[in-house]
């Protein structure tokens, strides 16, 4: 089993229900487990402007899928969120990224992991620390440390 760890983020369509049923529809995908989850916490949005705020929350999951096969169980379940890809950085009922997938660096045409911008981004690697403050990326970086970098800035958690 390898441990995967999973990005989530909505700004539309009552983003903090979308974020809530995808936390508990990845628990059904097939040879995984959900372990743990962070809070859910909101965030300003990145990319274009005029764009509501987000909810975003990090989860974790132990799977025995390969890396492309939970991505595929991901982007299955953005689609039943009614996912459409319009604007890069744009709004969306629910986005699914593979942030971390156990110690492994991939670089395909679909998957890029460790994901491209988590480091630099409050609302990835905030929830990311709630639920492994002691984690090690693949390239030897811990996250504390990383956190020193990226200030917490406006992100808040949402007391539910």
Same mark, same amino acid.
């Given at each position: 089993?390898?441990?995967?760890?999973?990005?989530?983020?909505?700004?539309?369509?009552?983003?903090?229900?979308?974020?809530?049923?995808?936390?508990?529809?990845?628990?059904?995908?097939?040879?995984?487990?959900?372990?743990?989850?962070?809070?859910?916490?909101?965030?300003?949005?990145?990319?274009?402007?005029?764009?509501?705020?987000?909810?975003?929350?990090?989860?974790?999951?132990?799977?025995?899928? @390969?890396?492309?096969?939970? #991505?595929?169980? /991901?982007?299955? *379940? $953005?689609?039943?969120?009614?996912?459409?890809?319009?604007? &890069?950085?744009?709004?969306?009922?629910?986005?699914?990224?593979?942030?971390?997938?156990?110690?492994?660096?991939?670089?395909?045409?679909?998957?890029?992991?460790?994901?491209?911008?988590?480091? @630099?981004?409050?609302?990835? #690697?905030?929830? /990311?620390?709630? *639920? $492994?403050?002691?984690?090690?990326?693949?390239?030897?970086? &811990?996250?504390?440390?990383?956190?020193?970098?990226?200030?917490?800035?406006?992100?808040?958690?949402?007391?539910?």
């Amino acid at each position: 089993m390898i441990r995967a760890y999973v990005g989530l983020g909505s700004n539309l369509e009552n983003p903090l229900q979308q974020v809530t049923d995808a936390l508990r529809e990845l628990q059904a995908i097939p040879n995984s487990k959900l372990v743990e989850h962070s809070r859910l916490y909101r965030s300003d949005p990145v990319g274009p402007p005029g764009q509501p705020d987000y909810i975003n929350a990090v989860a974790c999951l132990e799977t025995s899928l @390969e890396a492309e096969q939970l #991505l595929d169980e /991901l982007q299955a *379940i $953005e689609q039943s969120h009614d996912r459409v890809r319009v604007q &890069h950085w744009g709004p969306r009922t629910l986005d699914l990224d593979i942030l971390l997938f156990g110690d492994q660096a991939i670089n395909t045409e679909r998957l890029t992991v460790p994901h491209a911008f988590m480091c @630099e981004r409050s609302f990835v #690697l905030y929830p /990311l620390a709630e *639920i $492994e403050p002691n984690l090690v990326l693949p390239n030897g970086d &811990h996250l504390s440390e990383i956190l020193l970098e990226c200030p917490m800035g406006t992100l808040e958690p949402i007391a539910l």
